[in-house]
């Protein structure tokens, strides 16, 4: 069953497109004149020029907004598109989740007739510089450094691709793993956790002992005290990168 069946139930309540990082991908997707969305999940961040979403979850699909492109259920490992189908062909934060993901990028370049546009993280950065999995959760930085991959091997599986950081503004809108990271209370409800996948796919009974130690850290003042430096900053870097690949 795919996974985004049982957690992406919510979804669409935490996950709302950022604008600063949609138009981050706008301006990587460049003078495309179509665009085909692989790993779709609820279509955040599809540009107007978008023909089709590819996404193996019902569940996700059945979040899409009225007037979104039309999706199909499929996989990123057998893409039912045509050699050539889109001038750029988008995959964002999903490349983690795919069985093969050699596979699956050797089909956004069958299937990408000029530029393919990835995001993904550095997970070695990711653990270094954010202090929840650092800190407090390392269980899920576990987690996600079995199904991470280097940026680098992207990069070459992609045939060469330029990386760009994302900035995770302190505000931001998308709730993924990092996007609350100077609003620290928000780790503490169920409802942020089901939509971050490290976290409920690590399961909250395996999380329990640090999310316990961070609810008294931020009830004693520890959290503020210990991370003061961060709630000065509009925006981190803690490793989201977008990827960008001509063909």
Same mark, same amino acid.
């Given at each position: 069953m795919n996974i985004y069946d049982t957690i992406g139930t919510s979804y669409v309540h935490t996950r709302q497109p950022d604008p600063r990082i949609a138009a981050q991908i706008h301006a990587a997707l460049g003078d495309a004149s179509d665009v085909i969305n692989i790993g779709a999940g609820s279509?955040?961040?599809e540009p107007p020029q978008t023909v089709l979403a590819v996404e193996p979850s019902e569940v996700m699909i059945a979040q899409r907004p009225p007037g979104a492109a039309p999706a199909v259920r499929a996989v990123a490992e057998r893409l039912p598109v045509r050699d050539g189908a889109a001038d750029a062909v988008m995959a964002l934060l999903t490349i983690h989740h795919w069985t093969d993901p050699e596979a699956g990028i050797a089909e956004l370049?069958?299937?990408?007739?000029?530029r393919i546009v990835v995001l993904t993280w550095d997970q070695q950065v990711f653990r270094e510089r954010f202090w929840l999995v650092r800190d407090y959760l390392p269980q899920a930085a576990e987690f996600d450094d079995e199904r991470a991959m280097p940026i #680098? !091997? !992207?990069?070459?599986?992609?045939?060469?691709?330029?990386?760009?950081p994302v900035p995770i503004p302190h505000d931001c809108? #998308?709730?993924?793993?990092?996007a609350f990271w100077r609003r620290p209370q928000a780790y503490l409800d169920p409802r942020v956790r089901a939509g971050i996948s490290m976290l409920a796919q690590t399961g #909250?009974?395996?999380?329990?002992?640090?999310?316990a130690a961070l609810e008294d850290d931020l009830n004693t003042g520890r959290w503020q005290d210990r991370y003061a430096d961060l709630l000065a900053l509009d925006s981190i870097d803690v490793g989201y990168r977008l990827l960008v690949a001509e063909l």
């Open positions: 279509g955040s961040y370049r069958r299937i990408a007739r000029r #680098d !091997v !992207v990069a070459e599986l992609l045939g060469g691709a330029w990386q760009e809108t #998308d709730g993924f793993g990092a #909250d009974a395996a999380l329990a002992p640090g999310l």
